[in-house]
């Protein structure tokens, strides 16, 4: 019998993410070309510093979404 069937879903948003934890000046590489640093802290801010090649696009989230709904009226459109 499969005993993770009826194992309860788990509502964490960082389901199936990696998470660390990471100091003010430490970084993180993803992949060869890109590297995330933490480059202040503040009360509930965190900076975060991005060094790669510019023909990579980085976005903040809130500028991601409105972006692909976009593309998607648009897609609509044609």
């Keep these: 019998m499969d005993e993770h069937k009826n194992k309860p879903k788990n509502k964490n948003p960082n389901d199936g993410c990696l998470v660390l934890t990471r100091k ?3 970084a993180v590489v993803i992949g060869d070309h890109l590297t995330v640093t933490v480059s ?3 009360e509930n801010e965190v900076r975060l510093a991005f060094r790669g090649p510019k023909n990579i696009p980085i976005f903040r989230m809130e500028v991601w979404l409105k972006l692909q709904a976009q593309k ?3 897609e ?3």
Excluded: N
């Design 24 to 26: 003010e000046g430490e």
């Design 72 to 74: 998607k009226e648009e």
């Design 40 to 42: 202040r802290l503040k």
């Design 76 to 78: 609509k459109k044609s």
